[in-house]
Structures are given as C-alpha cells and as structure tokens.
C-alpha cells in the first residue's frame, strides 16, 4: 500500500520530492526536432517539425512517447539519471512508426535521445537524438501542461490559445 502510494504520487509532493530530488517531468511538452543537414540519410527532409512529447512518470518508471505530425515514437526502455547536483537527463531508446502512407519515404526506425534537464522544477530540456537510419538531431522541448494526450491533434488543441469570446458588431 505504502510503497505503491510513494512510487505512483507520493515522490512528487513538494515536501517529499525536496527530499528525493526527483524532476516531475509528466506532460506534454512542445517541441521542434532540428535534423543535421549533414547526415547520411537522404530519405530524411532535413526540415525542422514541430512535435509534442507526452511523459508518463512514477519514481520508479518512465515513458515517453513522441507524437509528430506523421509519426509517433514509444520509448522501449526509458530512464531519468542524476549528472551532477540539481542536473538531469531523461534517455531513452524508442522505436518511431511513420503513418501509413508515407512508410515508403520514412520507414519504421529505432533511435536513442538524451535531454539535459535543468534541475527539479524544468520547463525546458534540450539535447540530441540518433536513429538507426543514420539520422541525428536536435530536439528543444518546452512544457505545455500536465494534461497527457495520446495523439498530435488532441496535443495541438491543447496547445492552442483560448479562443476569445466573440464581440458583437451591432446589438441585438
């Protein structure tokens, strides 16, 4: 009871996590992927993509999972590590299914990607990506919201702004 209780929320409660320095990085979080232009793979575009990345978390446990405008990304084995003091790094390998009708220009893939996370409370991570298809990049993450979605549209309409509330022109 207790330990499912610590691992599941407990860890994340301010009094607790000062104690387990711990970052709670579960989201979604909004980012850009930038590709090296100078890679060996020419099936990539080299264009940069907008994409979110939804973050599930207990103390003991993380996925990640990447959702682009033509693919999603699951984490086969994630992991957080302490570098130094206050300083993270969430690693993870992941295996990226393109939709459907593109697998012909961007096929399924594997890769890694480590992001530096500054300290317990981060709203920003940022590092670099490689994938198995002879691709690397940048990936710059800012946080969104707690709120996990599980698809781009449902991440892009939480990213939107409220819309404001329609003005009359003539009264009624």
């Not at 994340?12 to 990085?25: G, K």
């Not at 979604?28 to 599930?56: A, F, L």
């Not at 992991?79 to 295996?95: C, D, M, N, T």
């Not at 992001?115 to 709203?123: D, E, I, T, Y």
């Amino acid at each position: 009871g207790a330990l499912f209780v610590f691992n599941a929320w407990a860890w994340s409660w301010p009094m607790v996590n000062s104690l387990v320095h711990r970052p709670d990085l579960r989201g979604t979080w909004k980012g850009t992927i930038k590709p090296n232009p100078h890679g060996s793979n020419t099936n990539v575009s080299g264009r940069e993509v907008d994409v979110y990345v939804v973050i599930r978390q207990t103390f003991s446990m993380v996925h990640v999972r990447l959702l682009g405008p033509e693919s999603q990304s699951f984490s086969l084995s994630a992991s957080l590590l302490e570098e130094a003091p206050e300083q993270f790094a969430l690693v993870w390998l992941y295996r990226n299914e393109p939709q459907h009708l593109i697998m012909h220009r961007s096929p399924v893939h594997h890769g890694g990607c480590i992001l530096r996370v500054g300290g317990r409370h981060a709203s920003e991570m940022s590092g670099h990506y490689w994938t198995d298809r002879n691709s690397s990049g940048e990936l710059v993450l800012n946080r969104i919201g707690v709120t996990r979605v599980n698809d781009y549209n449902s991440a892009q309409r939480l990213d939107a702004p409220t819309a404001a509330p329609l003005k009359l022109l003539c009264p009624l």
